[in-house]
């Protein structure tokens, strides 16, 4: 855009300044020619005057003595750079410049021609002359002549102060352009520095007048998607919502039945067959139930909102070990070694954000790790920047997986167990509402899978 505008401009103002220098050499030389035609005429008054200057012979025989008129005169002495000769009629010099001499005009008209000599372009007139000698011929030359200076100083005179010129307006140009359009660039770094979760509109008033209608259709191009989005994010929100209280009420329904149902154990087929079928009613209506929790923590996780609220101190370690509480008896139904690694660290951040990321992470670990396997909590300071982990030894994620299971609803091939695939796509979100970087690798000893939230810059 701006290499185009000073391309442009460049091309604007330059070209008329290689017109108008054009146009300026040209008067310059149409002056010079008009100096020069009235350098001429000048010349060809003075040749009468110089043949009448011959007053008689002198004592060797066709030397003509002669005195000058004051016209002459004053012509020869007003620049070094003027000459005159007398020749005879078969062009031998008689008196002035021995290299005037040349071959008379064939007829009585007057000749002019410029010739070169010693470094001087000279302008140089011939006529044949009645005289008291008889016919000669009469030669005056003047170096002076404009045209020749005019193309000896055109360099200096017309090119040299037109690039200099020319060169100067390329800097200002660019200079002018850069100046005018800073408000433009500025627009668009902002628009490049924006998070493509940011919809809010651009002042208008810091914009430039000629940009502000462009300002004015990008707000209202962000107001449209914004409201989309907003209508979508409801949407789910409320769907979820409404979805959790008639599943959180089956869901008790059902484990009431399984209870029931499971105290009535007893040897008969069809009772351990509506057993079997509770027991699988009783995961549907849980996975139905998390599924609804999850899509509403993703909602919240994604809304706009949270730009809006402010950021409070988190304490990591108080988050770790409320986790670690929480997750205990689920750990040690499957007879997994749930452990504790957590150090005093703290961040800027919203904290029931912070919860449901640490509770996804933790319930995939329990829920892909193995009977008698180890899940450790990790929190603490990396230089300056604070971190959570949660590491497994359980079956892990193959390394083309691990961009991928950050994905919505995307779970590996063959994984076994309850899920939905939203768990890490909450904490990949959560995360960057955080501007923290997950990473996922390998456990330790190359077994199992590692996530790791770094938030970045100093702890809060």
Not at 66 to 87: D, T, Y
Not at 186 to 213: F, K, M, Y
Request: proline share 5%; charged share 25%; aromatic share 4%.
């Amino acid at each position: 855009m701006t290499s185009g505008l000073r391309r442009r401009l460049l091309v604007m103002l330059i070209v008329p300044l290689l017109l108008l220098a054009l146009v300026n050499a040209w008067f310059d030389y149409r002056s010079a020619d008009n100096v020069a035609a009235q350098q001429d005429q000048a010349l060809q008054a003075l040749v009468p005057l110089l043949a009448d200057s011959v007053i008689g012979e002198g004592a060797k025989k066709g030397d003509p003595v002669l005195l000058l008129a004051p016209a002459v005169e004053e012509f020869l002495k007003g620049a070094p750079e003027r000459a005159f000769a007398i020749l005879d009629i078969e062009g031998k010099v008689l008196r002035g410049e021995g290299w005037l001499e040349g071959l008379p005009p064939a007829n009585p008209d007057i000749e002019f021609h410029s010739e070169e000599n010693l470094g001087v372009t000279w302008r140089i007139v011939r006529q044949r002359q009645q005289t008291v000698l008889g016919e000669i011929v009469v030669v005056l030359a003047d170096g002076s002549d404009p045209r020749q200076q005019w193309a000896r100083s055109v360099l200096f005179k017309v090119l040299l102060p037109n690039l200099i010129l020319i060169a100067a307006a390329a800097f200002a140009v660019r200079w002018a352009v850069e100046r005018a359009l800073r408000p433009l660039l500025e627009l668009r770094e902002a628009v490049e520095r924006r998070s493509p979760r940011d919809l809010t509109a651009i002042d208008e008033g810091a914009s430039p007048e000629e940009v502000r209608p462009l300002v004015i259709s990008l707000n209202r191009l962000f107001g449209l998607v914004n409201a989309q989005a907003e209508s979508q994010r409801r949407f789910i929100a409320d769907a979820a919502h409404q979805l959790r209280t008639p599943l959180a009420g089956l869901q008790a329904q059902v484990e009431a039945w399984a209870q029931a149902a499971n105290a009535a154990r007893g040897g008969q087929g069809t009772i351990s067959l509506r057993i079997d079928q509770v027991t699988k009613l009783r995961g549907a209506t849980r996975r139905t139930s998390q599924l609804a929790n999850q899509l509403l923590a993703l909602s919240r996780a994604d809304a706009r909102s949270m730009q809006a609220e402010p950021m409070q101190r988190v304490d990591l370690k108080g988050l770790c070990e409320t986790m670690l509480e929480a997750y205990l008896d689920a750990a040690t139904a499957k007879r997994i070694d749930l452990g504790l690694d957590a150090q005093p660290a703290q961040v800027m951040g919203h904290e029931w954000l912070l919860r449901e990321l640490l509770s996804n992470l933790v319930d995939n670990a329990v829920k892909y790790t193995g009977e008698g396997g180890t899940i450790t909590i990790r929190c603490g300071m990396r230089g300056a920047a604070a971190y959570l982990e949660v590491e497994d030894d359980g079956p892990g994620v193959a390394p083309p997986e691990r961009q991928r299971v950050l994905e919505r609803f995307y779970r590996v091939k063959g994984t076994q167990g309850e899920g939905n695939g939203l768990g890490l796509a909450i904490a990949d979100e959560i995360a960057r509402a955080h501007h923290a970087q997950i990473a996922l690798q390998p456990g330790l000893g190359e077994r199992g899978l590692r996530v790791t939230l770094l938030f970045a810059g100093p702890a809060g």
